[in-house]
């Protein structure tokens, strides 16, 4: 198990402290190395390229998939866009159902899980490596990941577990072992249990270390450096504080105040986008030209397209499994209208936000360019030069500077709110996927809780490169699961969805609001 | 034929009042029966932690139960005894917007409300639910001071 290697590497350096207090570089610096070696192996293999080539085949897993789906479903993402919308907006939701969970709130919820650093810094690494044309892919990754959404989401609420007090728990691990034995298919058990364990690391990796990493990047960006595991402490003082004290008004204020934060972000992202309204073609120029010759990025087309995917599916998680788990807590009669809703989600999130932060760091001038070739210029590690020598969340932070001097400021205080509100999201998905595995026992809930905060100060700790590479390791290993699951069960959803589409036609599906 | 009013309760000395003047309306008017109304605040359009809204079935129906022995079933209580026909109801919700859709439902003749004493920079803003109610109700309102 690769967690138990770093969470003892953890305990060992937290009990150091005092030793080695007068050398805090060299903390980060054990943490760093005893993780990096620690989940190196798991790493390489689901960044395996496909042989004879240099892409990876996890990166076409999501792309065949998402594609599939989108070809299957009769590409639901533009035929339902409309209808979706009209579900958020509870056209459609029976008034008698008031006080329940809306379809506006799980999306809400499950976007709070997904909008955050990787639309933020995601994108940031993306563009960084995969140049401008990394955009395009982005994009492109985003639509197609619509139709993953809309299965996954359909599955989760439709093989949800209802208690008899009322509560819910649903998500990849319900239907992949409900739909299999429904079906008759074998395997769903261990497919469930493969899904929940890939789904922990996920949760400790990209929902936690990941948060933290750029959290402490992006405040000692400001502050000045200091070490990564003081940020990390606070951190996990304070998710500590709201998953195992209990003390809900923290998160509940965050979820209140990332929504505004969001807007902030977007509508800063537009303002400039609008000052540079000359600059927007060529940026767009820029983006096309870049997806298809990569303008001298390191591996070309290909590089630029394998960062735009990885990113895309990161910041959305489209395929990955998590947003099923958000969205099964929904009050409805039909699983199919949740899937409507969940589509939504990689629109806002990667079509949308993710877009933004792209052309502003496109727009700003940040990455270097050889005015005589007009391709970029790479430093030494093979990604672009960029002013100042940023990457990651001070690239965008940068981006944005060259607009506001002040927005650094701001953006500080969006990224820790993002950060925290992802980490609370997926520390809810890992503890599903914990209790799904060991039961619900507060002893059993407290033992993942403790681990996840003591993750968080590994990842405050440990360098970008070995902390984004496990993220992605984790998350893409719950798609390999996830998606075979969906590949199973999308019959299942097919016959929903046309049940649906005759009952509306017929009338029978009627709207409350007109 | 008999007629129905709709009486907006608050769990509060104002909701007793609207309560008060009902009934005197409904000895006048004779054969009435009475709506009493609690509506728990509530929107779809808020933001919700993942553990929040796993447990808002569980929640929602301990606010209806809370709602109804606390406020709803004393009030009805009290009414019977005084020989009137009354149902007691709990919703969801907006207020202006369910005692309004209450209303409309039952085919009431009016609805009945008590002023209530919300000060502040909130109701300054968005005004207070009974001068929603009055601006947008499609029944005829009472206000009771």
Not at chain 2, 71 to 82: I, M, S
Request: glycine residues 12%; charged residues 15%; negative net charge.
């Amino acid at each position: 198990m690769n967690k138990i290697l770093p969470t003892a590497a953890a305990a060992i350096a937290l009990g150091a402290l005092p030793a080695l207090a007068q050398e805090e570089r060299g903390i980060d610096q054990v943490v760093n190395e005893a993780f990096a070696s620690a989940t190196g192996p798991f790493v390489s293999l689901i960044f395996a390229p496909i042989p004879g080539t240099s892409f990876p085949w996890i990166v076409m897993w999501l792309v065949i998939a998402a594609s599939l789906f989108t070809v299957y479903f009769g590409f639901i993402q533009f035929r339902a866009f409309k209808h979706s919308i009209e579900i958020v907006k509870g056209d459609y939701s029976d008034p008698n159902d008031a006080g329940e969970v809306s379809h506006f709130q799980a999306l809400t919820t499950a976007l709070s899980g997904t909008v955050g650093l990787g639309n933020i810094a995601g994108v940031a690494v993306a563009v960084g490596i995969g140049g401008p044309g990394a955009t395009f892919w982005m994009i492109l990754a985003g639509l197609l990941g619509m139709a993953s959404k809309f299965t996954e989401c359909t599955l989760g609420v439709k093989y949800r577990n209802e208690y008899p007090d009322g509560t819910v728990s649903g998500g990849p691990m319900y239907y992949i072992s409900k739909g299999f034995k429904e079906r008759g298919v074998p395997g769903g058990g261990f497919l469930a249990i493969l899904f929940s364990v890939f789904c922990i690391l996920g949760a400790l990796g990209g929902g936690n270390m990941f948060q933290a990493n750029q959290a402490h990047a992006q405040i000692a960006g400001i502050t000045g450096d200091y070490p990564g595991w003081i940020t990390g402490i606070i951190f996990a003082a304070v998710v500590f504080a709201v998953i195992v004290g209990g003390i809900k008004s923290i998160a509940s204020v965050t979820e209140k105040v990332v929504p505004f934060m969001g807007v902030t972000y977007v509508i800063a992202a537009l303002v400039i986008i609008l000052m540079n309204l000359d600059q927007v073609g060529a940026a767009f120029g820029q983006i096309f030209e870049g997806a298809f010759t990569g303008l001298g990025v390191a591996g070309g087309m290909v590089g630029a397209l394998i960062q735009g995917f990885k990113r895309a599916a990161f910041s959305n998680e489209a395929g990955v499994g998590s947003a099923a788990i958000a969205h099964s807590a929904v009050k409805t009669k039909e699983p199919i209208t949740e899937g409507f809703v969940s589509l939504l989600e990689p629109f806002i999130d990667t079509v949308v936000i993710c877009t933004m932060t792209a052309l502003v760091i496109t727009i700003s001038g940040q990455l270097i360019t050889d005015p005589e070739t007009g391709l970029f210029v790479l430093n030494e590690a093979g990604s672009i030069s960029t002013v100042g020598d940023t990457s990651g969340v001070s690239l965008t932070s940068a981006a944005f500077a060259t607009a506001f001097s002040w927005f650094p400021y701001v953006l500080a205080i969006a990224v820790i709110l993002f950060a925290f509100s992802t980490m609370i999201s997926w520390s809810y998905y890992g503890l599903k996927a914990w209790t799904y595995l060991f039961g619900e026992g507060k002893t059993a809930e407290l033992v993942f809780k403790v681990i996840f905060c003591i993750f968080i100060v590994i990842g405050a700790a440990a360098s970008l490169g070995p902390v984004i590479d496990f993220s992605d390791a984790a998350i893409f290993a719950m798609a390999v699961v996830n998606i075979t699951g969906l590949y199973c069960l999308m019959p299942v959803v097919k016959r929903e969805l046309k049940s649906y589409m005759d009952r509306k036609e017929s009338g029978e599906i009627r709207r409350f609001k007109h | 034929m008999s007629a129905k009013l709709v009486v907006g309760l608050d769990g509060s000395g104002s909701g007793q009042r609207a309560v008060a003047h009902a009934k005197r309306l409904a000895n006048l008017i004779g054969d009435c029966e009475l709506v009493l109304l609690y509506v728990i605040e509530w929107s779809p359009f808020t933001f919700q932690t993942a553990e929040e809204n796993e447990q808002r079935h569980k929640r929602r129906e301990e606010e209806i139960t809370a709602a109804t022995t606390r406020v709803v079933e004393p009030a009805v209580t009290e009414v019977k005894a005084g020989g009137f026909k009354v149902r007691g109801l709990v919703r969801h919700g907006d207020v202006a917007d369910l005692l309004n859709r209450t209303a409309t439902e039952e085919g009431a003749e009016q609805i009945i409300v008590a002023r209530t004493s919300e000060t502040g920079i909130a109701s300054r803003i968005f005004g207070s639910s009974t001068a929603n109610l009055v601006m947008s109700a499609t029944v005829p309102v009472t206000v009771v001071s």
